[in-house]
């Protein structure tokens, strides 16, 4: 592959098809395929007992959710024992957080009653600027946020207690697992930029109900897809809010930026849970979305599944988005106007000003000039071109063309103005 990731590098990955591993990536797999993985729920909520000596899973209705998972995950043919292995240590985690969660609720009962003040909610389909515009938000420390080692680890421990050679463990854990990760995969993070202090998304909250989309993005579970998109998530989105109020009673304040791409298909339950929020729902040519999605599931597969296929994400994310659109479309209407800002992502590469001025405005938020001057820092220190970019190739990494992919969804661009972006 041509490129080292130096700043500002173009970086072009030629060897998606046929992987040549390196030696990190050779002793990551011979490493993880001498361990054996119980995807089993009784083993994932045993196992999280012992670990945290708590017992109270609070509501049970997410065994049966659960338990899919383990099942689409034990029918996933290709995952490898990397994948596994990553999969098992994230299902206990979200076991024992959850524990950790319903223990506080019940050693303090007036988190349910902690108000969650008109948050600003952002979604979009995935790979469409999210991120960098959560990162942006996040800037103004008048909203809270959830950075990735809050959101690995929302309740701490006593283990994560402060101590005089290590401020904030639950930091150490998290720069330390990433520094692995990227070991790994280390062209992933000019992709989609990731440290223990980037904001995450909600989704690592609704994960402690067992929902979501998210297991979609490590394994091929068609299984859960089905369930989950046949299944009412307002107590998923419920229990997403619950998450906000432990982590606002541990530390306020109370007026929240959160984002996952999935609200886009949830906006039903999404307004349901959160009906005074600001919606700011993000927009781009799908096929710029896609190829980017499609490349960077092609690169992972070297350590995460057993073959490296294009089939296997050509065949599945094309349609999955197809999935999430058509339900923006159909659902877009119930969110008021004067609530909701479309952000169209020709228009925010060119003029971001405009549209920030217009969220700050529904969401009833001051935007001063010093405001404005921190949120073009954020922007100025974390533009994702500075650092390096990826070649994202789809004719030769995955045989098709950009207009075969646009042609599946004129009914986006007949719904939102929407500029074609790949040629």
């Not at 729920?41 to 209705?61: I, P, V, W």
């Not at 791409?261 to 906006?267: I, R």
């Not at 405009?354 to 001051?366: G, N, Q, R, S």
Request: proline fraction near 7%; glycine fraction near 4%.
């Amino acid at each position: 592959m041509s490129g080292s990731g130096k700043s500002g590098e173009v970086i072009d990955i030629t060897d998606m098809r046929h992987p040549v591993l390196s030696d990190a990536q050779k002793m990551a797999l011979a490493g993880a395929a001498q361990a054996t993985f119980d995807f089993s729920t009784n083993t994932f909520l045993e196992t999280a007992k012992a670990q945290t000596g708590l017992s109270d899973f609070g509501a049970m209705d997410f065994v049966e959710r659960l338990n899919i998972w383990c099942e689409a995950i034990n029918e996933d043919a290709f995952l490898s024992p990397v994948g596994k292995a990553g999969l098992w240590t994230m299902i206990l985690r979200y076991a024992s957080d959850r524990l950790r969660v319903e223990d506080i609720c019940k050693r303090h009962p007036e988190i349910l009653d902690i108000e969650i003040d008109r948050p600003i909610i952002v979604a979009g389909p995935p790979r469409s600027g999210t991120t960098h515009l959560l990162g942006l938000l996040s800037a103004d420390k008048r909203l809270r946020s959830l950075p990735w080692w809050e959101a690995i680890a929302p309740v701490p421990t006593d283990a994560d207690a402060p101590t005089a050679t290590d401020p904030n463990p639950r930091w150490t854990r998290a720069d330390a697992g990433w520094q692995q990760f990227e070991a790994l995969l280390p062209y992933m993070a000019y992709m989609h930029e990731f440290t223990a202090d980037h904001i995450s998304e909600d989704i690592e909250l609704q994960a402690l109900d067992f929902s979501s989309y998210l297991i979609e993005w490590m394994a091929h579970v068609p299984k859960w897809r089905d369930y989950y998109l046949s299944h009412d998530q307002t107590g998923t989105y419920a229990y997403l809010k619950k998450g906000l109020q432990v982590l606002t009673f541990l530390k306020g304040p109370n007026r929240w930026v959160i984002k996952c791409p999935q609200h886009m298909e949830q906006l039903p339950a999404l307004r349901a849970t959160f009906p005074d929020a600001t919606y700011v729902i993000t927009h781009r040519d799908p096929v710029g979305s896609i190829r980017s999605t499609l490349s960077m599931a092609l690169y992972a597969s070297r350590v995460l599944r057993t073959k490296s296929d294009p089939e296997e994400p050509k065949g599945y994310w094309i349609d999955r988005y197809k999935t999430l659109l058509e339900r923006c479309v159909r659902d877009h209407h119930i969110l008021p106007p004067e609530q909701t800002v479309d952000v169209y992502f020709h228009e925010w590469i060119k003029a971001p000003n405009p549209i920030l001025t217009e969220i700050y405005a529904k969401a009833d938020m001051p935007l001063d000039a010093r405001t404005l001057a921190t949120l073009h820092q954020y922007h100025a220190d974390n533009d994702p071109g500075v650092k390096g970019r990826v070649v994202f190739n789809l004719e030769r990494d995955f045989d098709i063309a950009a207009e075969d992919i646009r042609s599946q969804f004129q009914f986006y661009f007949d719904r939102f103005p929407v500029q074609k972006e790949v040629k």
